[in-house]
C-alpha cells in the first residue's frame, strides 16, 4: 500500500490494519483486508473530500480489487494535519 501511495508524495502516512478486528466478515473470508489510512500531502490542496478519495483509490486501484475489502481514508493537506494526531487510537 505504502508503494502505491508513494506517487501522492506523502509527507506523512500511517497505515493500520484492522483486519482481526473483522475476522469472519464476508469480505474477511474471501481474504481482504480492513484498513485505516491517513495520508497527509500537497497533492490534497484545493481538492474537495471526494476528489481526495478517488487520488487514492486511483492510486489503490489494484489492491482494491483484490486484497482490501475495506478502506477508511483520511486525506489531508500540510496545513490542515494539525488539527490530527494520529488515526492509531
Known amino acids: 500500500m505504502r508503494r502505491e501511495l508513494a506517487v501522492l508524495a506523502p509527507l506523512r502516512l500511517e497505515v493500520i490494519d484492522d483486519s482481526a478486528r473483522h475476522a469472519g466478515h464476508a469480505g474477511a473470508r474471501g481474504g481482504g483486508g480492513h484498513y485505516r489510512l491517513l495520508i497527509v500531502s500537497a497533492a490534497f490542496l484545493g481538492k474537495s473530500r471526494l476528489a481526495r478519495h478517488r487520488l487514492v483509490h486511483a492510486a489503490l486501484d489494484e489492491l482494491l ?5 475495506a478502506l477508511s481514508i483520511q ?4 496545513a490542515e ?3 490530527v494526531s494520529s488515526i492509531a487510537s
Open 65 to 69: 480489487r483484490s486484497r482490501i475489502h
Open 75 to 78: 486525506a489531508l493537506t500540510p
Open 81 to 83: 494535519v494539525s488539527s
